[in-house]
Nanobody, 123 residues
């Protein structure tokens, strides 16, 4: 089992920044891939980006590339989602997730999820 705990959400004005954190604990050796997703009310869960614990490869969706970046701190078992130039359309609940293997876009393939953290961007 892998436990994931997100933090860092909140209310921010358009154009502002937030950094979300996701701390992994438990059998982290079974979580090769860490992904970030978000879900707005009435919408499907959307892939934002992913990276691997053991390599520098990072993948982003087109909707956030250039504004969001994913960092990791292996010593702290923590993955960060740095969000810049936020817009009201970024308002959603943000989740981190973990899975074994290298595929990364499909949320159904992820085994473990955090509880989510709310991000609200005001205009």
């Amino acid at each position: 089992q892998v436990q994931l705990v997100e933090s860092g959400g909140g209310l921010v004005q358009a154009g502002g920044s937030l950094r979300l954190s996701c701390v992994a604990s438990g059998r982290t050796s079974s979580s090769d891939t860490m992904g970030w997703f978000r879900q707005a009310p009435g919408k499907e869960r959307e892939f934002l980006g992913a990276r691997y614990w053991s390599s520098d490869s990072i993948y982003y969706s087109a909707s956030v590339k250039g504004r969001f970046t994913i960092h990791r701190d292996n010593a702290k078992n923590t993955v960060y989602l740095q969000m810049n130039s936020l817009i009201p359309e970024d308002t959603a609940t943000y989740y981190c997730a973990a899975k074994s293997g290298n595929s990364y876009m499909n949320p159904l393939m992820y085994d473990y999820w955090g509880q989510g953290t709310q991000v609200t961007v005001s205009s």
